[in-house]
């Protein structure tokens, strides 16, 4: 069987990719979306003075602002019709997913099946609308405070700024989704992709301008650039890395015949929490750097000492951004893998681990083994995330190459070539079972 999977994997040639008519439409239709989205990023919001904006925003750059400028695209930074992004989506999920653990409707709601995720997602849906709403506001109120920023500031500026911002997102949204369905790969994760890799060209062209005037040298560039293939070829080890727990089924009578235990696996992920951890940490990290950067005057000198050493490479940044990466490491891992529920689901199949009581001691054992290799997991989160930082403050290398991109880079293009492989699988499958079709009616005439 091992032998068989091994060579229809290796028959997965150009010859394949040619044949597969209908992964191709999906390809295209993904880089046409992905196209319109960056088209997007460029358009900037009606009444706003650019050269002003592009000034104040140099000054914010640095803080939450800057984080996400990255995961728009750079639209945050040309203040367009996509600059509050997918993050709306993104948190919206995030708190429905915190509810569904402590909401008992919500649970409910969640064992139902596919009708209940359609309900979950609406409600996420209308978060997004809310969360936007209130941030497109912010925005706009933050503009029109600004030093000539607006040209026409009122009450029109702010209502055309949150219809245009909140559509954007929920126009976003609705891309993510089409491409979820009509595409190939995870249409908001790739949303984010794409606008992560769009700043990459500038943030390598930064660093050889950096090389270039010699601010830093040749050897420290191929040093960063060899850390980075370093810190990408580890992100695909831990990624595809799990922890397979085995578990077996007894054996069942079905009319006369009896029928063998099977044994299949549970497979648990190194790194179950993803790159939730990272965002969480340095969102709450930036947050005060950014507020303190619209009020940078009404601070007394105490506040301003605290957030200046809260600042990106130094010593106490990184301290607390790596404990609060292992902290959403494991609580993170707490909320989207229940153990209790995966016992019950084992038990309620006839499966069970050997040498293992099913019920709570199933439980009980998965959780140790999850919280044993969540460990291992956080540790990883927390280097892949210092180190960047560490290259930041020592070479002035630009933020697109921190860890949070990375592992959203590395993730997502994992998951991408994973969807392509398994269309081209089941080409190659249909492919077979045309052909042997054919040989059965030749060989029944």
């Known amino acids: ?19 597969a008519t209908d992964l191709k439409k999906r390809i295209w239709f993904t880089l046409l979306a992905l196209l319109v989205y960056r088209l997007g990023t460029h358009i900037p919001l009606p009444g706003i003075n650019l050269d002003a904006y592009a000034q104040a925003f140099q000054g914010q750059s640095e803080g939450i602002l800057g984080m996400f400028n990255m995961f728009s695209g750079g639209a945050v930074q040309r203040m367009a019709i996509f600059a509050l992004g997918i993050m709306p989506y993104i948190s919206a999920s995030i708190i429905v997913q915190l509810l569904t ?39 706009a109120v933050g503009l029109q405070s600004g030093n000539n920023l607006v040209t026409n500031p009122g009450w029109f500026f702010i209502f055309s700024t949150v219809v245009t911002l909140v559509g954007g997102t929920m126009f976003l949204m609705w891309l993510g989704e089409q491409i979820t369905s009509r595409g190939i790969g995870n249409g908001i994760s790739l949303i984010i992709f794409s606008g992560i890799v769009a700043g990459l060209p500038a943030a390598i062209g930064n660093m050889l301008e950096l090389s270039r005037v010699g601010s830093i040298s040749a050897f420290v560039a191929v040093g960063v650039l060899i850390v980075v293939i370093g810190v990408f070829a580890l992100i695909v080890f831990v990624e595809r ?39 969480f940490a340095s969102s709450l990290l930036l947050l005060p750097a950014t507020m303190a ?94 180190l960047p930082e560490i290259l930041v403050a020592r070479t ?20 991408t070539v994973s969807q392509i492989q398994g269309h081209l699988i089941a080409q190659q499958y249909e492919g077979l079972m045309k052909k042997s079709k054919l040989r059965g009616g030749k060989r029944g005439r």
């Open 293 to 386: 950067g619209f009020t940078q005057n009404d601070l007394p000198g105490w506040a301003t000492s605290i957030i200046s050493a809260l600042g990106h490479g130094q010593i106490l940044y990184m301290v607390f951004y790596g404990l609060l990466i292992a902290f959403f490491a494991f609580f993170y891992t707490a909320i989207v893998f229940n153990p209790q529920e995966t016992a019950d689901n084992l038990k309620r199949h006839g499966g069970f681990i050997p040498g293992i009581r099913p019920g709570e001691r199933t439980a009980e054992y998965i959780d140790y083994v999850l919280t044993r290799i969540t460990v291992v997991g956080a540790i990883y989160l927390v280097f892949v995330c210092i």
């Open 396 to 415: 002035g290398v630009s933020l697109a190459l921190g860890g949070t991109s990375l592992l959203i880079i590395v993730s997502v293009t994992l998951d």
């Open 241 to 279: 890395a799990q922890r397979r727990l085995l578990i077996q089924y007894p054996k069942r009578q079905v009319g006369n015949r009896m029928f063998q235990g099977d044994t299949s696996h549970l497979p648990l992920k190194l790194n179950t929490a993803g790159v939730i951890p990272a965002i």
């Open 101 to 139: 653990a402590v909401v008992p409707s919500l649970e409910a709601l969640k064992k139902e099946g596919e009708q209940g995720r359609k309900i979950i997602n609406q409600y996420t849906r209308y978060g997004t609308v809310v969360l936007a709403t209130a941030q497109a506001y912010g925005i």
């Open 1 to 19: 069987m091992a032998s068989a999977a091994e060579q229809l994997a290796s028959n997965l040639n150009f010859s394949t990719f040619a044949k």
